[in-house]
């Protein structure tokens, strides 16, 4: 069954923190994907990759980094955690041709 | 500038009825258009999709509708049951990227299925 696992449920850091979300799926997808969910503003997409070491910015990369050294597994960073990045973490994956994501449980992060 | 809108942000429906939320988009090169449903501290599941080829696709009690010179789509769900109450995501992929740049989603809907 098609499975993307991120390491954490909940997440509470403080302001200024470094931060890293981690994302693994177990599919061989060569495409992944981390959006944000916030009440009201639905699913926005901060970085995508299409494969090892490669990335590209989504609609809303400003705060954040990614990181992408193995197929499987694709990483999200906050360099420096602001109060404004308080959110559901969501990550992804999909074949390449493939328009459906498979999305993992989630990261809901405060960031006090 | 929102290219996918889901104009109602709730929905109240009683159970057995039928369920219609609604989608708008504004991008000519969206050619493919899925819905996926999502419950509190989940990630969304994958409900349904469509093609830009088709109008209308259906799995079992849920069925999206494509009108395309009206850039509208729209699923329904009949009967609705209890455990359909959740957010639902209308979401389109632009065909210059191959799916390799994701989705674009609307804000949600959140359909209430009242007893």
């Known amino acids: 069954d098609v499975k993307v696992t991120q390491s954490s449920r909940y997440l509470v850091k403080r302001t200024g923190e470094k931060v890293f979300l981690e994302c693994v799926q177990d599919m061989d997808h060569e495409n992944m994907f981390w959006y944000r969910q916030d009440p009201g503003l639905g699913l926005r997409l901060i970085y995508f990759?299409?494969?090892?070491?490669?990335?590209e910015k989504g609609d809303i990369p400003e705060g954040y980094s990614v990181s992408r050294e193995k197929k499987e597994r694709f990483s999200l960073i906050l360099e420096s955690a602001s109060t404004n990045q308080t959110s559901m973490y969501l990550c992804?994956?999909?074949?390449?041709?493939?328009?459906?994501?498979?999305f993992g449980s989630g990261t809901q992060l405060s960031v006090l | 500038d929102q290219q996918v809108k889901q104009n109602s942000p709730s929905l109240s429906v009683q159970e057995g009825r039928i369920s219609i939320l609604n989608c708008d988009y504004t991008n000519s090169m969206f050619d493919y258009f899925l819905w996926y449903k999502k419950y509190p501290a989940e990630g969304p599941t994958f409900l349904i999709s469509?093609?830009?080829?088709?109008d209308k696709n259906e799995d079992g009690r849920f069925t999206v509708f494509l009108n395309k010179s009206a850039k509208h789509l729209s699923l329904h769900i009949v009967p609705s049951q209890p455990g359909d109450s959740a957010v639902y995501f209308c979401a389109a992929s632009d065909y210059s990227g191959g799916g390799a740049d994701g989705l674009t989603f609307g804000k949600g809907t959140h359909l209430i299925i009242q007893p």
């Open positions: 990759s299409y494969d090892v070491k490669m990335k």
């Open positions: 469509i093609s830009s080829i088709k």
């Open positions: 992804a994956s999909s074949l390449v041709g493939g328009r459906k994501l498979f």
